[in-house]
């Protein structure tokens, strides 16, 4: 058995998809991003398992759909010695290393890395076993608290150091510490190469609060050009979270908080920059290395009026994913077919020569990524909140959101947009009757 390879795994949070130089942005500057398109693969259709923080990187990390991990809604977790990938890859003799967000909340803080970098550790309250009811209570704070509203978010955006952006250094710092201790560890010299490592850096932004700092901001503020006055849908579900242009916010707010948001999203890109770097100057040949990048979900950021996550409209629902091992993967490959996060899993045992274990929703992308997609059975799903569910199979996305709101299905091919219901249209009566009997299959009665 040959060497096991080494994989980077570089993880954002809200990166809408299209805000990318090789998806054919002209504004934004994501040079390392595009690097990876160039000499890898680019999956143009990859959807999260769940349009929120939680459940979807919880499912990426089990390679199960949220109703099969149990982690369904914000504030829950795995269970503690859950199935994960990383868990997997130390069972069978990998470093399995994080820096950065992973966004546990269980007692189960590690959930199979061997090692965490940064300071994206805490035991939500749920999870604190005898707690005194009473008191805990008594030390919660309102969401209200917690949380800005949408019209907020964007009337406070622009030049500044959100927390997000100091943590995002502290966790590239604690990255560029860890590779030089494995790879060189000039002090002790017992550097560990010949051990293979999974080595996950996982950002914040750029996820709100959407601030960034000056010469970025003042670059982005008269480039970007925020999406303009769109049918607004009036689902009761899919237009939560609207700010209206002139009412809620001016145009003026509204333009600083897209451009604060691709000034991060640059920001991320030469923090990746950094990292390959470091990994370089440790005398690494990152073309004996599978690089992975995705983020969690995306951002409307505006697009039908909405803001925020939790849609399946594409620019919540759709996430970048860009896959780079040189030896396996010609560079500049398109992959049309529909892939989830969850598969990522099954993928990265594939190509590590690990058995996949049993009862996961995922499926290899080894076969896409070499060419060989005639047996894809083309489908992505994602779930919201215990209720939702999203099917995308080919270019039709049907979406249930429950006995008290109406069922929704997109036509990608006829409308792009994603501004047209056809669920009562004739034409797609008997692709709606599988899509409804797969629903069921998936638990959504």
Known sequence: MGKKPNILFLMSDEHRADVTGYEGNSVIRTANLDWLAQTGAVLLNAYTPSPICIPGRQSLMAGQFPRHTG?????????PGHMTFARRFAQYGYSTVACGKLHHYGSDQMQGWTQRIGDDTEVGLPFIEGRNEEECRRTLRPMSDMKWTQEK???????????????????????LDFIDNYFLNPYYDRETPNKPLLLKVSLLQPHYPYTADEDKFRYYLNRVEPFQQQQVTDHPFLSRFQVQPGTDASEREIRRAVAAYYAMIETVDDHFGTVLWALEQAGQNLDEWIIVYTSDHGEMLGEHGVWEKQKFFEGSARVPLLIRWPQHIEGGHKVMENVNLCDLFATLCDMANIPVPPDLDSRSLVPLLTGASSNWDNESVSQFGGTHIMIKQDHLKYQYYGTEMPEVLFDLN????????????????????????RRKELGFH
């Open 153 to 175: 978010e964007i009337k406070r955006a622009g030049i500044g150091r959100a927390p997000h952006i100091v943590k995002d250094e502290y966790t590239v710092q604690g990255a």
């Open 414 to 437: 006829h409308n792009p947009e994603e501004t047209l219901n056809f669920i009562d249209h004739p034409d797609y009566a008997e692709q709606l009757e599988r899509f409804r009997m």
């Open 71 to 79: 982690c369904e809604v914000f504030g829950a977790d795995l269970q």
